[in-house]
């Protein structure tokens, strides 16, 4: 038999299942406490639930467990843990510390929703190893609940954002990916409030649409790396299917039922998109949205050499150029780029090791 995966649960669920094994409705409160306050890694852990409901779920319900493989340190404090999962494929995510230098004090997470990605940027090291299979809310969740533990441990601030910028493309997993947004925003849970909650997405437009009706007050971030139908599509596969006019259209949409800001990452690669032509082309693409621009100086990627990181002379020189067209835009603050930051990055190598890849 199959067992239920207590961190893919919500309270109604765990209120259905206490009625399942008879047990009282406010077990159920007591359950998700256990679970998603206090980041159980164990359901021996959960003692004030009674020795008979214990042995209840322990015959018929698990944790998620994910398997720490490796854990590497960058020297501005950024971590990168590279997890197993049960069926033996491997997630990663990424601890950036942010500690005052140009913002506040913080422990941001940068989690992963998919095994692989279906998406294929040419720049991206997940892509570059294909799709393998959606995660479950709690193999999402389970990323910042393993990793609070080891905070924890070593006193450290635990998690207070959550950016969905990992492994996988989160609108195609846009279920299991909106069940853990609320788990982690739950009040009797991590309590992580949802503006500190960021979605990135390349660009899948009926899901862009799916996520507008929800109405959440998240961050919105749309990886766009290029000005032009032309360009983006020869790095980003899923132009083709769904052109920048159907995209901007959607995100249009998005702001009206949101109104919210919208984020656009581009990825800045020497002598690619990072020209005054293409600062105009921007200008006319974004005209009429309330949006910023994070200008991130391309990482670094073994195998892929044709895309070549800008200096910063040319990376401030762009951004100038930008503000001055009128637009907002900023570099973002870069983290781990000496321990191969770039999500993907770890695993494929872990792969090619175990000779998977």
């Known amino acids: 038999m199959e067992k239920y995966d207590l961190r893919s649960m919500?309270?109604?669920?765990?209120?259905?299942l206490m009625g399942?094994?008879?047990?009282?409705a406010f077990r159920a409160k007591q359950l998700f406490g256990w679970v998603h306050e206090k980041q159980a890694a164990q359901i021996g852990q959960m003692r004030n639930l009674g020795k008979a409901l214990l042995a209840q779920l322990e015959a018929q319900c698990q944790l998620t467990a994910l398997q720490l493989e490796r854990r590497q340190c960058a020297?501005?404090?950024?971590?990168?843990f590279l997890f197993r999962l049960a069926d033996g494929n491997y997630i990663e995510c990424v601890l950036m510390r942010y500690r005052g230098d140009l913002s506040k004090q913080r422990n941001t997470l940068c989690i992963s929703s998919q095994v692989g990605c279906a998406m294929g940027c040419t720049f991206c090291a997940t892509g570059q190893s294909g799709f393998v299979r959606n995660l479950t809310a709690g193999e999402i969740l389970s990323q910042v609940y393993e990793v609070n533990g080891l905070l924890a441990a070593e006193q450290d601030l635990s998690i207070g954002n959550v950016v969905f910028m990992g492994m996988g493309e989160p609108l195609l997993n846009l279920d299991n990916v909106l069940k853990s947004i609320r788990l982690l925003n739950d009040p009797q849970g991590q309590q992580i409030g949802i503006r500190r909650i960021t979605v990135s997405t390349c660009g899948v437009v009926p899901r862009l649409?799916?996520?507008?009706e929800e109405k959440l007050d998240i961050v919105?971030?749309?990886?766009?790396?290029a000005p032009n139908d032309a360009q983006r599509s020869s790095v980003m596969p899923v132009n083709r299917q769904y052109p920048l006019a159907q995209l901007m259209e959607a995100c249009h949409v998005y702001q009206k039922r949101t109104g919210k800001r919208i984020s656009f990452e581009y990825a800045l690669i020497a002598g690619f998109n990072d020209q005054r032509e293409?600062?105009?082309q921007?200008?006319?693409?974004?005209?009429?949205?309330?949006?910023?621009?994070n200008i991130i100086p391309v990482n670094p990627v073994a195998n892929i050499a044709q895309f070549q990181r800008p200096d910063r002379k040319q990376v401030a020189a762009f951004v100038k150029a930008l503000q001055q067209a009128g637009l907002k835009a900023s570099v973002r603050e870069e983290k781990g780029t000496d321990i191969d930051g770039a999500c993907g990055q770890l695993r494929g190598k872990v792969l090619k090791q175990n000779g998977e890849l």
Request: proline share 2%.
């Open 282 to 293: 921007l200008k006319q693409l974004l005209k009429g949205l309330d949006c910023h621009l």
């Open 220 to 225: 919105l971030a749309v990886s766009l790396h």
């Open 278 to 280: 293409h600062v105009q």
């Open 75 to 80: 020297q501005d404090g950024t971590e990168k």
């Open 10 to 16: 919500d309270l109604a669920e765990m209120t259905e």
């Open 209 to 212: 649409y799916q996520l507008a």
């Open 20 to 24: 399942q094994l008879r047990q009282p």
